[in-house]
């Protein structure tokens, strides 16, 4: 199993590096395009290579013509099979992580949750990708108050980090009968505002922690994006008077994250390259929105 893993990470590194290489050539093949459609001259630098790079040209379809990278690679055979995610905190987890982790669990279908114990991440993560889990989610916190998650895609990542803000739990509600049962049904997602290149590669992130759902489910979860926050909530709605009334409720948990990191790699790798960094302290980070536009 080891071995296989360590064969199967290098051709996985080694296609990446040749995304350099694929990139350039994609380039000399639009520039060739581009000037046959405008009837411009090739460009001079081209001129050496215009007739092999016009047969490539000629045989590519629509498919193949698209320049293709590792980051596509990562969810390619995600609508081949629903996600199955594991569901662990950071050691000796107070009463209410272990009280978020449960709820979480009735959020991601398909989730089993594990007591961390005395297991280390890269341990957690062999045995995820023996078992053909899709996703590890970690829930960390600060003196009792979740303030972290980290999700890590299997088998190669990404993994992203964010920070967790204002949690609150269906277990904090007191009057139980206003939130009522939480269903276990496939939920409709709701991603609003993900519209800067970092914002779609979250809500991909994101989105592919849920299987399809059908159409007639009465379950939503919202992601919706402002001020370079996410805010997650959890619906259903009930038709009470037809079709024009329609009755939502809020059934929790609901909290708030913040992207700080996404790295192409899983969480036990420290090695891994970092996509993209949270750089708060610099002059223009207040102007910059990273996941969206407002």
């Not at 290489?21 to 411009?40: F, P, T």
Request: charged share 30%.
């Amino acid at each position: 199993m080891l071995r296989r893993s360590i064969r199967l990470r290098r051709e996985y590194l080694y296609r990446k590096n040749l995304e350099g290489k694929e990139r350039l050539l994609y380039e000399k093949k639009r520039k060739i395009r581009q000037a046959l459609e405008e009837g411009k001259p090739i460009p001079t630098e081209l001129r050496n290579e215009e007739y092999t790079l016009r047969q490539e040209i000629d045989l590519e379809d629509d498919n193949t013509a698209v320049l293709k990278s590792t980051i596509d690679d990562e969810y390619a055979n995600a609508a081949e099979r629903d996600p199955k995610i594991l569901l662990t905190t950071s050691r000796d987890p107070s009463a209410p992580l272990t009280q978020f982790v449960k709820e979480l669990k009735f959020v991601f279908p398909n989730s089993q949750r594990m007591n961390r114990g005395g297991q280390v991440i890269s341990e957690i993560i062999e045995t995820c990708r023996a078992h053909d889990f899709t996703d590890v989610i970690l829930v960390h916190e600060h003196r009792g108050v979740p303030d972290g998650l980290v999700i890590s895609h299997l088998p190669y990542g990404p993994t992203a980090y964010f920070g967790l803000y204002n949690v609150v739990t269906r277990h904090d509600i007191k009057d139980k009968k206003s939130i009522g049962t939480m269903p276990e049904a496939y939920p409709h997602l709701i991603l609003n505002n993900f519209t800067t290149k970092i914002g779609e590669r979250t809500a991909n992130i994101l989105k592919h922690l849920f299987p399809v759902p059908k159409l007639d489910t009465k379950r939503i979860i919202t992601f919706a994006t402002q001020s370079d926050y996410v805010s997650f909530r959890h619906h259903i709605y009930e038709k009470r008077g037809g079709p024009k009334s329609i009755e939502l409720k809020e059934i929790g948990p609901r909290f708030e994250l913040r992207l700080y990191q996404i790295k192409l790699g899983t969480m036990d790798q420290d090695e891994a390259q970092n996509e993209w960094v949270l750089r708060p302290y610099i002059n223009t980070s207040k102007k910059r929105k990273i996941l969206g536009d407002s």
